[in-house]
C-alpha cells in the first residue's frame, strides 16, 4: 500500500511538470512546420540529420549518450551476456523444442493482450485520446474473438494496430529528460526515466491485482521473456556477429528505437530530450 | 554565316532548355533508383539456381556487383569513421571502405540470404538538395519492419549511404562503435579489430 501512495504522490508531482511543460509543446504545434524550420517526423529527421561534419562540435547533440556509468554498465552487460548463454538460451533451447511455435506466437499474444490497460493509460496520459480508444477496442476484440488475447483478430480482421506506449515515453513526452543510460542486470539496456516507468507500469499491469504475489508476477515476467527470446532467436546473436563493439552497439540500438518511439508526438529534435 | 543576335539567342535558350531538360530526364527519382536494386538483389537471393552453401562464393559475388552499384560506401565509410577520417591517407581510406565494405558483407547479405519470402512496400520519398529518404516497409511473415534507405544523389543517379531500422540507423550504430575504440586505440587497432571481425565469418555457413 504505501509503494502505491508514494507513486500516487509522484504522479501528482510529475503532473505539474508536465503542465508547465506542455505549454511549450502546444506552441511548437500551433506554428506551420515550415515556419520555423523543425522536422516535422521521422523522415524530415532523417534528412536534417548529417552526421558528418568538418566540426566534430556542431554535430547534433541527437545521438549522444550519458552514460557515466559504464564501467558498471558494462560489468552487467557482461553478466546479462553470461546469463543469456548459460541460461537463457538453453532455456530456451528446450522450450522451443517443446511447444509449436504457434502456441509460442499465441502465448505471446496472451502477454501482449494482457497488458493492454498500461497501453491504455499511458496513451491517455499523452493526450493520444484516439489511440486509447483503438487499445480499448484491440483489448475487447481480442479477449473475446481472440480468446482470452492468445489470437490477434483485432490486427487480422480488424485492421487495428496496436499503439504501444508505456510510462517511460509519457514521461518523455512530458518533458522529462532520458537520465544517465543504465545496463540493468537480468532486465538489460534501459536509462533511468525509463526504469522508474517500467517498475510505474508494473503497477499498472493487471497481474498485480489478481495474484498478491511478487514470485507469480516474477515468474510471469521471466516466462514472457522465455517466450519473446523464443520467438525472436537471433537478435542478440547477430548484435554481437556484427558490432565490434556489442556494449556500445546495444546501447545506440537501445536509445536510439526509444528515441524514435518518443518522438511519434513530438515535433521536436532529438537533442532536445537530453537530460543535460 | 554571320551569326547575328537573334541566333546567338535562340541557340543560348535551346541550350539552356535541353541543359534542363536533359537534367529532367535523366535523373531518376531516389525510389526509381532504389526499386531496380532492390528487386534484383532479391531475384538473386531467390535464385534457386544460386542456392545452397555451394554457390556461396558465386551469390555474394553478384549480389555485391548489385549492391556496388547502388551503394556509396564511401560516402558511408566517411560517416562511420567521422572524423578521424581526415587523418588518415588516402590509402588508409581504401583499406578502411574495403575492411567496412566486408564486414556489411560477412553480416547483412549473410542474414539477406536466410529470408526468401520478403515483400518490400514503397511508401515515401523526400529529398532535400542532395539528399533524400526513401520509406519503405518490409514485410517477412507477418512481420511488418519500417526500412528508410537514405541517399545522396551523384551525377545522374541516387545512391544509398544509410539505413535506418525503426529509428536506429546502422551508420550511427558503427560510428559510436568505432569512436569508442579509436578512444582508447588509434587507428591501427581499429583496422585490426576489423580485420579480426572479418576473419570470424570465414568457414562459417550461413
Not at chain 1, 164 to 179: C, I
Not at chain 1, 183 to 210: E, K, W
Not at chain 1, 255 to 269: A, F
Not at chain 2, 60 to 68: C, G, P
Request: overall charge negative; aromatic content about 12%.
Amino acid at each position: 500500500m504505501k509503494h502505491h501512495l508514494w507513486y500516487l504522490l509522484f504522479l501528482v508531482l510529475l503532473t505539474c511538470v508536465g503542465c508547465a511543460q506542455q505549454k511549450d509543446i502546444g506552441i511548437v504545434q500551433d506554428l506551420p512546420v515550415e515556419a520555423v524550420e523543425e522536422p516535422g517526423d521521422a523522415m524530415d529527421m532523417m534528412l536534417a540529420d548529417d552526421f558528418y561534419d568538418e566540426d566534430d562540435n556542431a554535430l547534433c547533440e541527437a545521438h549522444t549518450f550519458n552514460d557515466p556509468l559504464e564501467p558498471i554498465n558494462r560489468f552487467f552487460f557482461e553478466f546479462n551476456d553470461k546469463l543469456y548463454y548459460w541460461f537463457l538460451k538453453p532455456v530456451n533451447k528446450a522450450y522451443t523444442a517443446v511447444l509449436p511455435i504457434e502456441l509460442r506466437f499465441s502465448f505471446g499474444n496472451f502477454v501482449v493482450n494482457l497488458s493492454a490497460p498500461i497501453r491504455f493509460l499511458n496513451n491517455l496520459l499523452q493526450g493520444k485520446v484516439y489511440d486509447a480508444g483503438i487499445v480499448l477496442s484491440r483489448f475487447l476484440i481480442n479477449s473475446t474473438l481472440g480468446v482470452y488475447g492468445f489470437g490477434d483478430p483485432a490486427l487480422v480482421d480488424f485492421g487495428l494496430e496496436p499503439k504501444p506506449e508505456d510510462f517511460g515515453q509519457t514521461l518523455a513526452v512530458w518533458g522529462v529528460g532520458e537520465g544517465v543510460y543504465l545496463c540493468l542486470p537480468v532486465i538489460g539496456p534501459s536509462n533511468v526515466r525509463d526504469s522508474f516507468g517500467f517498475a510505474a507500469d508494473a503497477y499498472t499491469h493487471p497481474m498485480v491485482y489478481f495474484v498478491d504475489d511478487i514470485w507469480v508476477s516474477a515468474g510471469y515476467y521471466a516466462g514472457s521473456r522465455i517466450n519473446l527470446l523464443s520467438l525472436n532467436p537471433d537478435l542478440y546473436e547477430d548484435l554481437k556477429a556484427y558490432a565490434l563493439d556489442p556494449y556500445v552497439s546495444m546501447r545506440q540500438v537501445y536509445l536510439d528505437s526509444r528515441r524514435n518511439r518518443v518522438d511519434d508526438l513530438k515535433l521536436k529534435q532529438r537533442c532536445d530530450n537530453d537530460f543535460k | 554565316m554571320r551569326m547575328t543576335g537573334k541566333h546567338l539567342f535562340v541557340v543560348g535558350l535551346f541550350f539552356i532548355v535541353s541543359s534542363y531538360l536533359s537534367v529532367a530526364v535523366a535523373v531518376p527519382s531516389p525510389t526509381e533508383s532504389l526499386k531496380p536494386l532492390l528487386n534484383e538483389m532479391m531475384t538473386i537471393i531467390t535464385d534457386p539456381s544460386l542456392a545452397g552453401e555451394e554457390h556461396k562464393k558465386e551469390r555474394r559475388a553478384k549480389i555485391m556487383a548489385v549492391a556496388n552499384q547502388g551503394f556509396n560506401w564511401t560516402e558511408m565509410s566517411k560517416r562511420v569513421l567521422g572524423k578521424p577520417w581526415h587523418e588518415i591517407n588516402q590509402k588508409q581510406r581504401d583499406n578502411f571502405e574495403q575492411l567496412f565494405t566486408k564486414l556489411l558483407e560477412n553480416a547483412y547479405v549473410g542474414k539477406l540470404e536466410g529470408y526468401s519470402s520478403q515483400v518490400i512496400t514503397f511508401n515515401d520519398e523526400r529529398v532535400k538538395e542532395e539528399k533524400a529518404v526513401v520509406s519503405t516497409t518490409i514485410e517477412d511473415n507477418g512481420v511488418i519492419l519500417p526500412v528508410h534507405y537514405i541517399m545522396i544523389q551523384q551525377n545522374t543517379t541516387w545512391k544509398v549511404y544509410d539505413i535506418n531500422i525503426e529509428g536506429v540507423s546502422l551508420v550511427q550504430n558503427y560510428r559510436e562503435q568505432f569512436r569508442s575504440i579509436l578512444r582508447k586505440d588509434n587507428f591501427d587497432g581499429l583496422v585490426k579489430m576489423l580485420e579480426e571481425k572479418n576473419a570470424t565469418f570465414d568457414g562459417e555457413g550461413s
